[in-house]
């Protein structure tokens, strides 16, 4: 009896993962700048075919075509030494990758939970990278979370630890962060940047599950009603506040356009 009702809980679990990946609904489509085998081909789609599942899962699909390129970097001691979105007509991420790294490598790296989160909001302009990029940081361990790749435990303990590096780097405790925030690009301070950005959606995120809300479910609304109307800043956060039926969104960005130091993201 045990051994047959193990078996039907394995039948169950690997139906579920079958349909799971049979279900992606994201229009992926994978370009290769440079030659990469079948071998390899295979593998990095897969990889990025498992992370847009556990997005979408999440999110929903987003309601465009999402375009990923491949680009060796041979010689990298990392699986993605570089990667960056491209905007515009089509939404999508260039991958450089060193295809010798191992399919876990790959699973185990924050890249793509990274880069395929930016496409779920508009480009906001150079001015607000810090914005963009404290989003895809924030974004990017829900995802490594809901994936497995890291622990739903842990990630209060991953932000912290993130937060509290960058705190401790942040040199400007006369500028709010939004002012703040050009210079420390300029210096290449990225993480300090990327952080205290992220600090942004860790309170947003807070704040909605007080109401029994979460950025994720506000995200999947986003994306089915609003995604495609080519919001900028200001839209974007009326938009989310709009969703949220309360000013979570605008009132904080008030805040960090207005309160010297880094962020406060204390409980
Ligand atoms: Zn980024």
Known sequence: MLKALQWMVFAVAAVVGTHASAELRTDLRFYWKDTFSVAEQQKLEAWIRDVQTTLESMTGPPPFPVHVTFLRADDANRPIPWAHTTRGTRQGVNFHVNPAFSA??????????????????????????????????????????VG?????????????????????????EALPFADAAPLLRAERRYPTMYW???????????????????????L??????????????????TALDQLAGRDVFSTRLEKFRSEPGFPHYQQ
């Open 104 to 145: 876990e490598a790959f699973r185990a790296d924050w890249t793509a939970s990274h880069e395929l989160s930016h496409l779920l909001i508009p480009y906001l302009g150079r001015r607000h990278a810090w914005f963009a990029e404290g989003f895809a940081s924030f974004m990017q361990y829900q995802v490594m979370a």
């Open 148 to 172: 497995g790749v890291v622990s739903d435990a842990d990630l209060p303990d991953i932000y912290r630890q993130r937060f509290d590096r960058e705190r401790r780097r942040y040199p400007y």
């Open 196 to 218: 205290g950005g992220a600090v942004y959606f860790w309170q947003a995120d807070q704040t909605l599950r007080a109401d029994g809300q979460n950025l994720t479910a506000l």
């Open 220 to 237: 999947r609304r986003y994306l089915a009603c609003c995604r495609q109307q080519g919001h900028d800043l200001e839209g974007l956060v």
